[in-house]
């Protein structure tokens, strides 16, 4: 019951995606009109599952809204997080992450005015909107630190432009907080040499239990399988055996959250890290690929990085909070 629920909300958000990609039209166009800015002392501007665990997930959704035009004609191209139907995928995706990772942790996920699709179809729109999404999550980031999380250990986690915000907020991140940080998963974005090399709070994970690290990878099917992506990563790991040399590594997983785990069978994937560009190259897999629209390509499975490891994330997210907690008591 519990995964048919959940593919059911991950292929509405898809579905929702898809056509709010598509119905805006050429009336106004602004990047200048933004929708209302969230206020992070509104409960409303955020999914919370208080387990009263002694530790957190604080999760940054991937980009889940198209540019779409209202009654005023205008074409908007960030999340207005006061609208239903823009906030309904938002929410679709805090509800999947949460239900695949989380475990017994808690989990939080705020709403914040993202960046729409097209905006990634060029470098020029991606600087000069990116800037609102990142300052949303910032203050909400820093509302949550103050107000929900008492002081306990807690695990940043993001995929796609969520995962881009989160090495901003490490980039950012005072010694204090840092000492709380689990670990930090980007997933679904590179992580550039030079920030790897100038940032002290973005330490490469090296095994399956080490804290205070980010884990970073990719999948595509092959190396040729990569514009979407600007440069390779400085580092990555492999999220199945969770190591970082290019020992292959085993998945036995149903492929697609789009069918019911009655009517699928185990697909066996093998997975292992390209030495130079740090890519994981999945071999196995024989569904068909989800393309994202305008920035997709066949062969990057930039859709299914937490769907294709979503038990090793919920086990890893455990093992490492457990690994923090005992070493904090200590």
């Not at 090399?197 to 090296?206: F, G, M």
């Not at 990555?236 to 009655?262: C, G, H, M, R, Y």
Request: aromatic residues 12%; glycine residues 4%.
């Amino acid at each position: 019951m519990r995964n048919n629920y959940l593919r059911t909300v991950l292929a509405m958000t898809v579905a929702i995606l898809f056509i709010q990609c598509h119905k805006s039209n050429n009336k106004i166009t602004s990047t200048d009109v933004l929708p209302a800015e969230p206020d992070y002392k509104d409960l409303n501007q955020w999914y919370i599952s208080d387990r009263q665990a002694d530790a957190d997930v604080f999760y940054i959704t991937s980009t889940e809204t198209g540019d779409y035009t209202l009654a005023d004609g205008i074409t908007y191209h960030f999340a207005d997080t006061y609208n239903d139907s823009v906030r309904r995928p938002l929410y679709s995706e805090m509800l999947g992450v949460d239900t695949l990772v989380s475990g017994k942790l808690n989990y939080y996920s705020p709403y914040y005015r993202q960046c729409s699709l097209q905006t990634f179809t060029s470098d020029s729109l991606l600087t000069s909107r990116m800037p609102v999404a990142l300052d949303d999550i910032r203050k909400a980031f820093r509302y949550y630190l103050n107000n929900l999380n008492n002081g306990r250990p807690f695990i940043l986690a993001g995929f796609s432009q969520g995962a881009m915000i989160l090495l901003e907020l490490l980039k950012e991140m005072d010694e204090d907080t840092y000492g709380r940080l689990i670990a930090a998963y980007a997933i679904g974005t590179t992580i550039p040499r030079k920030l790897a090399d100038n940032c002290p709070y973005i330490v490469p994970a090296k095994g399956a239990g080490d804290t205070g690290v980010t884990i970073c990878y990719n999948s595509i099917r092959d190396t040729s399988c990569t514009s979407m992506f600007p440069e390779n990563s400085a580092f990555a790991i492999n999220p199945v055996n969770w190591q970082t040399d290019v020992k292959p590594a085993v998945l036995l997983t149903e492929t697609s959250p789009f069918l019911p785990v009655t009517q699928q069978k185990k697909e066996k994937l093998t997975i292992h890290l390209d030495e130079k560009s740090k890519y994981l190259i999945v071999e196995g897999y024989t569904g068909t690929d989800y393309i994202l629209p305008l920035i997709g390509q066949e062969g990057c499975y930039h859709s299914r990085e937490i769907w294709f490891y979503r038990q090793q994330l919920c086990e890893n997210m455990a093992l490492r909070a457990a690994n923090f907690l005992k070493k904090s008591k200590r």
